[in-house]
DNA sequence: GCCATGGCTAGTA
DNA sequence: GCCATGGCTAGTA
């Protein structure tokens, strides 16, 4: 495995349940902020066999980009963490957004 | 050539 | 809405 798929890999395991954070923000801790699309190859691949938190992964916009089944998923597995979602289907990021290790392991403020 | 992105710009209201 | 980005995959040669 290469060092980033490596950190972002253990970047995601560290996503308490409760919170989100984007695509960008995954690459930009595992040391490439333009990694954001390795990081939705990363989620695809690995999920199942590194048994990650993927649905805890939306994009920069709140939103979910996981389309068709895999969507909805993502909103039912999202809403029993607590996870309200906007009537737009958009996730409020103020509020949910998790911000790294050590700031804010909690629910949501 | 595709895409589970993201940032920046026009152009409307 | 446009386009830079980066790695993978299908499909041709």
Redesign the pocket.
């Known amino acids: 495995m ?1 060092p ?1 798929t490596q950190r972002a890999v253990h970047v995601i395991k560290a996503v308490p349940p409760g919170r989100v954070v ?4 995954i ?1 930009a801790m595992a040391g ?10 990363i ?3 690995l ?1 199942d066999a590194e048994n990650l938190p ?2 805890r ?5 709140g939103g979910i ?3 068709g089944k ?1 969507g909805q998923e ?1 909103r039912a597995r999202l809403a029993a963490e607590g996870v309200t979602l906007r009537a737009d289907g958009t996730v409020e990021l103020a509020r949910f957004q998790w911000r790294g290790p050590g700031t804010g392991e909690q629910r949501e403020p």
């Open positions: 290469e980033f984007t695509y960008g923000q690459a490439d902020p333009r990694g954001a699309r390795q990081v939705v190859r989620l695809a691949t999920s993927w649905h992964v939306i994009n920069a916009k980009s996981l389309p895999g993502q």
